[in-house]
């Protein structure tokens, strides 16, 4: 991995998308982190469609526990998993809302103990919530790193720890959106649109996707 080849994608990827940010609606950091638990294994939209109600009343983990489980599996039937989701979320609920005085802490180890909240969260939650440095990889950062050769690892967690070493701290979290945005729109799983990719020669498809 040179320099200059990491310089190429991150500007190229800032023409193609000049801003970066999530496409999760949310208010505040509780919102977010009720958003991303809900956007497992459902897309941005579903999740927007669901939240568009939901956050109506649930500005803060109380309003989740007011609520309770049943009628928050309710308002989340559309999505997959809901009532795991659901579960998950009442207990995260009460867990902030009884050691952290109803605030989402801003550590990735803090984070990493509330029930359904993995790797990939938690850095979404430090850097999209907290704005501090943090690289995290979805499906599809997975998937395009691999594809330009940006890492070789098998794990999430390995890409996530491969990319911090070649792009500085400061635009992580706009490139993790802007590679999320090239994975849906060009470098898809199925069909990826290669005739309008701008970086063909750093292309390791085949040797990725296995
Ligand atoms: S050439 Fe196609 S598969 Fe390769 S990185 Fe570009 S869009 Fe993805």
Known sequence: MTGKKAHKIAAELEKLFPVAKTELN????????????????????????????????????RDLLDMGEEEL??????????????????????????????????????????????????????????????????????????????????????VSFDLKKIFPPNSWIDLHHRLIFFGRRICKAQKPSCNICPFPEFCQKEESDV
């Open 73 to 158: 599996s309710r308002q989340i039937r559309s999505l997959g998993l809901y009532r795991n989701k659901a579960r998950n979320l009442i207990k995260i609920a009460e867990i902030l809302d009884r050691e952290y005085h109803g605030q989402v802490p801003d550590s990735f180890a803090e984070l990493l103990k509330l029930p359904g909240v993995g790797p990939k969260t938690a850095e979404v939650i430090v850097g999209v919530g907290f704005n501090k440095p943090s690289f995290p990889v979805d499906t599809h950062v997975f998937r395009v790193a691999r594809r330009l050769g940006l890492s070789k690892a098998r794990t999430p967690e390995g």
């Open 26 to 61: 949310f208010q505040n950091i509780f919102q977010l982190l009720v958003a991303v638990v809900l956007s497992a294994q459902s897309t941005d939209r579903q999740v927007n469609k669901v939240t568009e109600k939901l956050f109506l009343f649930v500005k803060e983990p």
